[in-house]
């Protein structure tokens, strides 16, 4: 069983910063792709950043500049660091990995998710 625990939410004023962490422990082979979706109350979930195994990435334009993604291959972790934080930051995050759970066969899993929470 693959399993993403997120860590590194909470409340935050407006300008702050948060480290979000993500550690996929279990069997498997190895990750792939991973990235970090925000859902706000009311809407839908978003990607925020993402990046690949080789550490490529990709930003959302609403934080590209503020939001930094970084993993650790040998930890199995990615990394979400989060600056300059505004309001409508304000969701859960949820980590996202592609898993090689064994050659040939790859699992798009989900963590339980964080809130972080950004007051005004």
């Known amino acids: 069983q693959v399993q993403l625990v997120e860590s590194g939410g909470g409340l935050v004023q407006a300008g702050g910063s948060l480290r979000l962490s993500c550690e996929a422990s279990?069997?498997?082979?190895?990750?792939?792709?991973m990235g970090w979706y925000r859902q706000a109350p009311g809407k839908q979930r978003e990607l925020v950043a993402s990046i690949t195994t080789g550490g490529r990435t990709n930003y959302a334009d609403s934080v590209r500049g503020r939001f930094t993604i970084s993993r650790n291959n040998v930890k199995n972790t990615v990394y979400l660091r989060m600056n300059s934080l505004k309001p409508e930051d304000t969701a859960v995050y949820f980590c996202n990995g592609d898993i090689v759970v064994r050659a040939g066969i790859t699992i798009n899993w989900w963590g339980q998710g964080t809130q972080v929470t950004v007051s005004s």
């Open positions: 279990g069997s498997f082979f190895s990750i792939n792709d």
